[in-house]
């Protein structure tokens, strides 16, 4: 079974997220371009936090490119279940990313994550890939860390 008709597909995926402006409490969107390499990547992150973290206004970088995907953080809240549904948005096939507040459970860091994906463009069997790298990912980054 093929993609639906006009939907492209990318061989990356290119993150869209929020940086928080806590003097009006308002959020701006930023981008990055995607990397294998995750020291890179939080490279590009950093370098556009300081370059843009304090412009305000919707697009804080510019227009993302049309394979960005939302990543979202709610460090402010810890939760077992969230939902994002975009209903107005029939044909947004990318997913959505929401982490929530890291937590330290004895002695191990939690950090709650949500994911929405459109059926079309994704199975379960590309969900656990992802969940699998992500925590592999994130393990050899603590080792480093920490280690």
């Not at 029939?90 to 950090?111: C, D, H, T």
Request: glycine share 6%.
């Amino acid at each position: 079974m093929g993609l639906p008709v006009g939907v492209r597909q990318y061989d990356t995926l290119t993150p869209l997220y929020a940086t928080f402006h806590d003097d009006d409490k308002t959020f701006s969107l930023m981008w990055c371009d995607y990397s294998d390499d995750f020291l890179t990547f939080y490279q590009s992150y950093i370098t556009n936090q300081k370059k843009y973290g304090d412009v305000h206004g919707i697009l804080c970088n510019g227009i993302p490119p049309k394979n960005a995907y939302t990543v979202s953080t709610i460090p402010w809240v810890e939760f077992n279940h969230f939902a994002m549904h975009s209903f107005e948005n029939k044909e947004y096939y990318f997913p959505s990313v929401e982490a929530g507040k890291i937590v330290n459970r004895n002695g191990e860091l939690i950090m709650p994550l949500s994911m929405t994906w459109h059926h079309a463009t994704t199975d379960g069997y590309h969900i656990k890939c992802f969940i699998d790298t992500l925590n592999i990912e994130m393990d050899e980054l603590s080792k480093k860390n920490c280690g």
